[in-house]
Structure formats: structure tokens, C-alpha cells
């Protein structure tokens, strides 16, 4: 292959890499457990389970979060996904 060749599959190849990582951040189901409560799967290994009046209280402080997040973003720790 000419170097062009070569250098145009090596960028092709970047942009699907890129294309395939940003498609799986995002990928979130849901589904109710055994118990009842509503499990979201796709934010790390494990699922995450509350009961509907803890999704609640965790949505209504949806802003103080954010806040909070902003207050202490110095501190805290970004997960770096594969």
C-alpha cells in the first residue's frame, strides 16, 4: 500500500474507534427487578437498584447534585472508559 493508502485507512480507522467508544457511553437499560425496584444497567459492572420513592428523592435532587458536583470537582475522580 502507498503511504496515501496507508494514511487514509489509519483515519478511517480512528473515526469508527472514536464512533464505537462514544456509542457505548451512553448505552443505559432499565428493567424491574425481583423486588420491585427499577435497575439501571450501563453505568458500571454492576446494576444500580432503588425503589421508586428512592428515584424519587435521588431525581427531585437532581440540582443539588449538580452543585454539589460543581462545589467539589477538584476533588473527585473521572472513570475512564475502554
Given at each position: ?13 480512528r ?59 477538584t ?8
Amino acid at each position: 500500500m502507498a503511504t496515501d493508502e496507508l494514511q487514509q485507512e489509519l483515519e478511517r480507522l480512528r473515526a469508527e474507534n472514536a464512533a464505537l467508544k462514544n456509542a457505548g457511553q451512553r448505552n443505559l437499560s432499565f428493567k424491574v427487578s425481583e423486588k420491585g425496584g427499577i435497575s439501571v444497567y450501563g453505568l458500571g459492572r454492576f446494576p444500580v437498584t432503588l425503589y421508586i420513592e428512592q428515584w424519587n428523592t435521588l431525581l427531585d435532587s437532581a440540582d443539588a447534585l449538580r452543585a454539589f458536583m460543581r462545589d467539589h470537582e477538584t476533588e473527585l475522580k473521572r472513570l475512564e472508559r475502554r
